[in-house]
């Protein structure tokens, strides 16, 4: 089941992972550091826009901001 806040962590270890402060991430993506910080602590909900571009950012499958699985990409 989707969890706003279990979901906001895992974009902030995307984003501590690509070595980036709040203030870059939210240059980023165009929004203001207060609402990327309310994104990252699940406080506010993310738009579909907003979602799509967190994923191409940080580079991570829908699946795991959603619900933090990853899918396997390797070859059968």
Request: glycine share 6%; hydrophobic share 35%; charged share 25%.
């Amino acid at each position: 089941m989707y969890n706003p806040v279990e979901t906001g962590n895992r974009i902030r270890e995307c984003r501590q992972m690509k070595h980036l402060t709040q203030e870059q991430a939210a240059e980023a993506l165009s929004v203001s550091i207060k609402h990327y910080s309310e994104i990252e602590r699940g406080i506010t909900g993310l738009s579909f826009d907003m979602f799509i571009r967190l994923c191409e950012l940080y580079n991570v499958s829908a699946d795991f901001l959603l619900f933090g699985k990853q899918e396997d990409l390797s070859p059968q």
